[in-house]
């Protein structure tokens, strides 16, 4: 294939591409214009920006991914969860509305840049496969649960700090419930009811009006610029913001961001780079599990590697923009995905709009009121509070369902960052644990077959003079001293004892903690006169110890091909 | 048996006990106190804190060992590696010399105290098992490669900030090397020789020159006392503290140390808690080490979790003492079974000579060379600098050999408690990798039997239109996305497949993350007309399967007994 195709998957979809494929496009890039023009603004003041950063967040990063992508409807952007842990993580070094915040934001932008580029020049990206299920799911539930609240103070007019937990939150609001401004809390639940009544009821209703269902459908997703045009108009008509103190976003420059304004900070680089690993981590997480998902309904599949490369230059794109960390968001790519997005010229098309808003409508969002913003973060993030998971989790396993309500409640309690990363340290840990303790299974012969299972799920015949025990784990530093107490714990019940057989057959490999355990095992065992041997090493686990002198070391001690060998050969 | 005896190892120890035996402890308690009263010194000193606190570390600790712990002839009391950790936390916290120092140090020990108990306590002893085998072993050389550089300060008679890294050290000592007192070295130089014999050479010379073995073996063992007179002698005898400035151990106080002295400071508790925790950890794993080696040579066994509660309670000694936390040490331990101690009253001899030099000979130790101290730490922590084990790991598993050489290398660069924390961080990690790349196996038929192996290493027979893989690791969120790859690599290559059957003999577990590819990996070979079967799916894998709808999920695919049974039904 030429260079340019295998680079560049959209130059590939191009080869095949139609008038058709373009009108779905077409439609397909407007609507997600439409949602993104007040997502963006939204996401943006929830990272502690000004809204137009979110804007500035939708256009060449867009572009960038348009290129380069291996996804044709992911919708990348300014999404909710990165936006958060933007929010919180500048947070801690820079105050709101001051430079030094958007700089480090977007040297944020930079850094997960090069994060992702990194991972994936040193072919790391499989570091994302330990962020758990369990992880993600209770992460994601806490994180949207953490979001949703914090739009409280949009609803209320209240002045509550970002940085208070969800139980402080509600306790402020239950003491200065007097203080809530009811107009305002009016506004954000009229916006709520437009963005539900169009997702939900809109077209149903146009169809039952004789609407086509082609024109019906985009209209039902276009909720969010009905609920601006239905905020600001009340702001404007009965002048709520002076009459009424509804919160407006105000005025917002014209114009593009500039480029290249970044100040590279790297005394700020060490305090951040954790943060942007971890946002790397779980954009890269949320665009390629959401890219999968819309693949596979094509039949197709997207490349992991080529994500990271097109996430990390749409990052760098962000940080050129001036603004900060972007990713592949859930909503906006199956809205994406539903209404037809054939190619990346969708997402083109949706950069443009932005553009072309940034350029000329910004003077219509002086009256847009907060709390309508709010609405539309609140309906965005609802559908990622998602309990199901922890119900089906906990039937199947119960580790990963603790797992997931830890990470639930550890980032309600410690916030998005350490919150993540005990829940990564709990799955690995419990993982160890399991590890640690291994199952090993007295085995026996079934029938007169070759086969030997546990003795306490199967009817099987044992021999008094050779014990065969299965150990179910590779042997390492972590579990070695468990098996050898349990070896010898099971040759001290039985006197009659001359021959212990080891099963390898799940062993797959074995370290230097283990090897050692196992010489002292040989001698231990020698001393009460019995002999160790091996079963159905495999290839790798014998080539290991061929390295060693481990095979002299057994002495009479022999290591058999299978256990039906191993038994026929031993047992009186 | 009596909960007395079960309690106290040495009230039954005490059942058979004979004249023999005591006059064996007797000897091998005198012995170890004479090694003991110069380590302790020479110990507290490495650990930052006046010299009579080694002393006081060696009276109440080793009386509560002696009553609780279960090995005969483990020496506890200040031990070389402790004292380097306990002197590098609290460093940080307060400065040398001063009373908030040595009330630090007290604290520690009640906190290394609590959490050994704890440790029982909750039954998570098995912790210590996941500082590897290679962790400890760069571990314990690179401790004791900085013990001996840190003597080099006694030696010279220069100053030398304890902070510094080794090269350092060395950087400075060749910048003011014109400025090394000559004196100095040569009495610690001399100490060193008369170490070195007496340990070497006398047991041999006096042997040759017809003194009987049993009295010759234990003076090759007074080396330490040897050293002390001899260095003592030459300071009083030439005048070598006033002429020619040679730093002397001066005043220590006599008498008894103050019981119930220690200020509790809960606000230092936090900060000590992760050292505590380090100090617990390597103190027991070095006393359980040592314990089990001098147990198995009497065939005897010592028990891990009536080890916990000893050392737990003799550090509570060591807090009531008012001094630093105490450990199972390899030398004096070793001295202590070679000198024939029987029981644990070897160790209560040692603590009563101890108590006694502290009311009686202190004012012995005026003149006794800071040069001498530094030579006997310097002899003890030699034998500790292992490099043989590194060859011997790098010839059975390359990951534990670099785990070794890495753990070295960051102990010495970053300090004891990150370096180990560290270490333990990448043995985990590469454990980690290591299973979220499993080893999977094609496997085919071996001549006629029902077994199957890897295509690769044994010669069979394969199938057209089935294909059986062996999958060598349980299923989890870290690897479960490699495997899937893989089965669909190895489907995309075979045009003619039907079924493809998972062995899963190896499958130890399955968690929610792999159970959801596992049920994405049947829809999408199904997409491809292949069935996916699973066969020898182990007791509680099966378990678990069944307690969700997978089973039903897996369509027109079965789950086998074994893969011969599987390969019969399938393959055309």
Redesign the interface.
């Known amino acids: 294939m030429h260079p340019l195709l295998t680079t560049f998957p959209l130059a590939q979809w191009l080869q095949h591409y139609q008038r058709s494929s373009f009108i779905s496009d077409l439609l397909a890039g407007v609507i997600v214009a439409i949602m993104l023009v007040p997502q963006g603004m939204a996401y943006a003041f929830l990272a502690g920006l000004p809204p137009q950063y979110g804007l500035y967040a939708s256009i060449l990063p867009l572009m960038v991914y348009a290129l380069l992508g291996s996804s044709r409807s992911l919708a990348v952007g300014p999404v909710a969860i990165v936006s958060l842990m933007v929010g919180s993580t500048i947070g801690q070094f820079a105050d709101q509305g001051t430079d030094a915040y958007i700089n480090a934001a977007v040297n944020l932008s930079l850094l997960v840049g090069i994060v992702l580029l990194l991972l994936r020049a040193l072919r790391l990206g499989?570091i994302v496969?330990?962020?758990?299920?369990?992880v993600t799911a209770g992460f994601t539930s806490a994180a949207a649960l953490m979001i949703a609240v914090s739009q409280i103070k949009y609803f209320s007019g209240l002045n509550i700090p970002r940085e208070l937990h969800i139980w402080e939150v509600f306790d402020l609001l239950a003491s200065q419930i007097h203080e809530i401004n009811p107009v305002t809390l009016l506004v954000g639940l009229t916006s709520l009811l437009v963005l539900w009544f169009t997702k939900d009821k809109l077209c149903c209703l146009l169809e039952s009006m004789g609407v086509p269902a082609r024109a019906a459908q985009p209209m039902s997703k276009a909720g969010p610029m009905f609920a601006l045009i239905t905020g600001s108009l009340m702001v404007w008509g009965w002048q709520l913001d002076s009459s009424a103190d509804v919160s407006t976003v105000g005025t917002i420059p014209t114009g593009l961001p500039n480029l290249f304004a970044i100040r590279i900070e790297f005394t700020l680089w060490q305090d951040l780079f954790v943060p942007a690993l971890l946002i790397s981590l779980i954009g890269f997480l949320e665009s390629v599990s959401v890219g999968t998902v819309l693949a596979?309904k094509r039949?197709e599949r997207i490349d992991p590697n080529r994500e990271l490369i097109a996430l990390g230059v749409a990052n760098l794109g962000a940080a050129i923009s001036g603004t900060y960390p972007v990713a592949g968001g859930f909503g906006r790519s199956m809205i994406n995905h539903s209404a037809g997005a054939q190619t990346t010229i969708a997402s083109l098309i949706s950069a443009l709009l932005v553009l072309l808003s940034l350029l000329f409508l910004t003077p219509l969002f002086y009256y847009l009121p907060k709390a309508t913003l709010g609405a539309v973060i609140v309906m965005a993030v609802i559908p990622l509070i998602d309990f199901s998971s922890f119900r089906?989790?906990w039937?199947?396993?119960k580790?990963?369902?603790l797992t997931l309500l830890a990470t639930f409640v550890l980032v309600l309690a410690l916030g998005v960052e350490l919150g993540i990363l005990s829940g990564i340290g709990i799955?690995?840990a419990l993982?160890?644990y399991?590890?640690?303790?291994?199952?090993i299974?007295v085995v026996g012969r079934v029938g007169n077959s070759?086969?030997f299972r546990?003795i306490?799920?199967h009817d099987v015949t044992t021999y008094a003079d050779t014990l065969a025990l299965r150990v179910?784990?590779?042997l390492?530093?972590?579990?070695?001293?468990?098996v050898e107490e349990f070896v010898l714990a099971q040759c001290a019940e039985q006197k009659s004892l001359r021959h212990v057989v080891l099963i390898f057959?799940?062993?797959?490999?074995?370290?230097?903690?283990a090897?050692?355990t196992l010489e002292?095992l040989v001698l231990?065992l020698r001393?009460e006169q019995i002999t160790l041997h091996l079963a159905e090493v495999?290839?790798?686990v014998m080539d290991?110890l061929l390295?060693?002198s481990f095979i002299e070391h057994l002495g009479d001690g022999q290591v058999f091909f299978?256990t039906d060998q191993a038994m026929r050969a031993l047992s009186g």
Chains 1, 2 share one sequence.
């Open positions: 499989s496969n330990f962020i758990s299920h369990s596979s039949r089906q989790c039937q199947f396993n580790a990963d369902a799955s690995i993982l160890l399991r590890s640690s303790q291994p199952h299974a070759e086969h546990n306490a799920r179910d784990e590779s390492y530093f972590a579990n070695t001293r468990y057959n799940a062993v797959n490999f074995i370290d230097a903690s090897l050692e002292n231990k001393d495999k290839g790798p290991q390295n060693t299978t």
